[in-house]
């Protein structure tokens, strides 16, 4: 039974990336005009640095929603995050690993949309890690099996939730 509970800590712990990762998705809807991060620009390859897919409505709802969701998670379970800064990081880290993932895709050639495994599954939330963990240092429970455990979740969870999100129509393609 221990070793359940501390897994759902550790989903719980990690849940701020998610919501961050998952927001755009659905919050992008509601805005009649969506506004690039690149703005449009090129790099110099010639191609554009991110696309459409990356936009300031996208990063907004997204930190909006990692932060809301690690006060909600914080303010439940006492003692999960060493400080508000942490669940922030976790966001903002994966908002930086989507952002990055866009970036790498582009310059490998691959239009919006098309997949790229594991960097669409994965990045996000390695890059929250990185971050956050680099700056607050590892948590105690941080280990090579709970970075295993979650990446593996986080892998299938993220083709689970995209299935999801296609067949609701929230988005054009399943992966």
């Not at 998952?22 to 090129?42: E, N, S």
Request: include cysteine.
């Amino acid at each position: 039974m221990k070793d359940l509970l501390d897994l759902l800590m550790i989903i719980a712990y990690i849940f701020p990336a998610y919501a961050t990762n998952g927001a755009p998705v659905l919050f992008a809807r509601l805005f009649t005009k969506l506004h690039p991060l690149d703005c449009g620009a090129l790099f110099t390859d010639g191609r554009r640095i991110l696309g459409d897919g990356k936009t300031l409505e996208g990063l907004l709802s997204g930190l909006v929603a990692g932060t809301l969701s690690g006060v909600i998670i914080s303010s439940l379970l006492k003692g999960l995050y060493r400080s508000q800064v942490e669940f922030m990081l976790l966001s903002l880290g994966a908002i930086m690993g989507d952002v990055l993932g866009s970036f790498i895709k582009r310059r490998l050639g691959l239009m919006r949309g098309r997949p790229a495994p594991p960097l669409d599954q994965l990045g996000f939330l390695v890059f929250s890690l990185i971050i956050t963990w680099t700056i607050m240092g590892p948590q105690s429970w941080a280990n090579f099996s709970t970075v295993i455990f979650l990446l593996l979740l986080t892998f299938f969870l993220h083709i689970g939730t995209n299935m999801a999100a296609y067949l609701l129509g929230l988005k054009d393609r399943w992966y």
